[in-house]
C-alpha cells in the first residue's frame, strides 16, 4: 500500500485524534497475530473516521459489505441508533468465531446480524433499506454492488467505499489490471452519477464517501 502522506505526518495526525478503544484494540493485535492478510483490517485511524460518520448519521440500518474479523462493524456500531441494527456479509466462515467473539466483547453482539457466503446473492434477500452502508469486498464486483445497494438507500445516506486508490494504481494508466481497471470505473461512475455526491479522501487506500440526494 502506497503512502499517500509522510509517515511524519500521519503519526502527527493519529496523534491530534480521538484514542482507538481499547477491545479494538486488542481485536487489532488479534487479527495481525492469527489471521491472513492482516492489512484488510480498516485499522485505527481509518476506523474512527467511519465511528465519526456513524456518530453523526446516528443509524438506524447499516449494511456492511465485508466484515473480515469485526472490527469495521464495531466503528459502525458506536453511532448506531438505540434500536438499530448492522446487517454485515462475508464469505468466509472462518472469520466468524472471532468476530462474534469481538461483537460480544464491544457489547454489540445483539446489534449485529451476520450473514455469510456470496454478497450479490444475499444483499437482494435482506428487505431493509439503509441509513449507511460501508463497502469494503471484493473489488472486482465493486460496481455491481453499487448498482444493488443504491435503491437500499435511504435519501441523505451514505456509502463508504474503502479502497477505491488501490495503492495509487488508479492513476497508472499503465495499470490494466481488472481490479484496477474496474476501480478507475466505480471511481468515475459513482462520481458521474446524478444520485449522489461524492468526495474521494486520500485516507489510508482511499475512502470514498457517497451521500444520497
Not at 472462518?94 to 449485529?112: C, H, M, T, W
Not at 450473514?115 to 435482506?126: V, Y
Request: net charge neutral; proline share 2%.
Amino acid at each position: 500500500m502506497n503512502n499517500f502522506i509522510t509517515k511524519e505526518i500521519l503519526e502527527y495526525s493519529e496523534q491530534q485524534s480521538v484514542k482507538e478503544p481499547k477491545v479494538l484494540k486488542e481485536l487489532n493485535r488479534e487479527t495481525h497475530l492469527k489471521v491472513l492478510n492482516p492489512r484488510m483490517l480498516s485499522g485505527f485511524f481509518q476506523g474512527r473516521l467511519i465511528s465519526l460518520i456513524s456518530k453523526i448519521l446516528k443509524p438506524n440500518k447499516v449494511l456492511e459489505i465485508g466484515t473480515y474479523t469485526g472490527y469495521s462493524a464495531i466503528c459502525l456500531s458506536e453511532g448506531l441508533s438505540s434500536n438499530g441494527t448492522i446487517h454485515t456479509i462475508d464469505k468466509n466462515e472462518e472469520l466468524i468465531n472471532i468476530q462474534n467473539k469481538y461483537f460480544k466483547k464491544a457489547g454489540v453482539k445483539n446489534s449485529i446480524i451476520q450473514h455469510t457466503g456470496n454478497a450479490l446473492e444475499i444483499i437482494p434477500k435482506i428487505n431493509e433499506n439503509f441509513d449507511l452502508i460501508f463497502l469494503d469486498a471484493d473489488k472486482e464486483n465493486y460496481i455491481n454492488y453499487f448498482n444493488l445497494i443504491i435503491n437500499k438507500l435511504n435519501k441523505g445516506g451514505i456509502i463508504l467505499a474503502d479502497n477505491v486508490l488501490w495503492s495509487g494504481k488508479v492513476i497508472d494508466l499503465t495499470d490494466n489490471d481488472l481490479t484496477t481497471r474496474i476501480l478507475r470505473e466505480f471511481n468515475e461512475l459513482v462520481n458521474e452519477d446524478s444520485r449522489v455526491e461524492t468526495i474521494l479522501l486520500p485516507i489510508r487506500d482511499g475512502i470514498s464517501l457517497i451521500r444520497k440526494l
